[in-house]
């Protein structure tokens, strides 16, 4: 089976994609994992509110669009890095205070981790999807994902404190994870940013590479 990317054409569906088989089943164990083993189940069901909104697109764009085997396995990473950190909050995140007593530094720097994932992992399907399916010029799919990002990571905060506020007030400093740094969300949507552009850059510079080493 080919491992297809942006560029290729060669998109299959579901019922004849192994490998997205594969991720989903991955996924679901994961993440049922996490809900039985999870020590706060209220907040779970917080953190992973936008977790089925995502998973629900994904779905019911499926027979309009299908991502190459390159941004569902990017998809998939990010996936399974936040429902690990929603396991236990990010602010208790397990790896994220290992993280801590090794580097000796003063926070649980999980949420981090996955705000920067959320722009390295996430920019190359957004670049695979406005050029596969839109067309639109390279430039525009380069650099628009980085754009996009930094929105979306400012609407999440946004979110972030609605969804805590209206629907979960009581789990509201666990799921926020603020850690007392007053900067905290300026911070997660700079760090996203900081990884959508590191990403663009670098597939673009190996895309530049494998293109010229073709025509020679």
């Avoid at 089925?52 to 990010?78: A, P, Q």
Wanted: proline share 3%; with cysteine.
């Amino acid at each position: 089976m080919n491992f297809t990317t942006a560029s290729s054409t060669n998109r299959v569906g579901f019922k004849l994609n192994g490998k997205l088989k594969i991720f989903l089943i991955i996924f679901l164990c994961c993440w049922l994992k996490t809900f039985i083993s999870t020590p706060n189940r209220a907040n779970w069901f917080t953190e992973n509110t936008l977790t089925f909104i995502f998973l629900i697109s994904l779905w019911v764009s499926h027979k309009k669009f299908k991502f190459s085997d390159l941004s569902y396995t990017m998809m998939t990473v990010y996936l399974l890095l936040h429902i690990y950190g929603a396991e236990y909050t990010y602010a208790e995140n397990p790896f994220g205070y290992w993280l801590k007593d090794l580097l000796h530094i003063n926070r649980n720097y999980y949420d981090r981790i996955v705000h920067f994932s959320f722009g390295f992992l996430l920019t190359y399907p957004m670049r695979d999807y406005f050029k596969n399916h839109f067309g639109w010029p390279n430039w525009v799919c380069w650099t628009l994902p980085c754009e996009i990002t930094l929105s979306f990571s400012a609407m999440y905060e946004l979110l972030e404190w609605m969804v805590a506020d209206i629907f979960f007030p009581s789990e509201g400093d666990a799921y926020l994870g603020t850690q007392g740094d007053i900067w905290d969300a300026q911070k997660d949507m700079g760090i996203a940013f900081l990884g959508a552009v590191i990403a663009m850059v670098l597939f673009s510079t190996i895309k530049r590479y494998y293109k010229k080493t073709s025509l020679n």
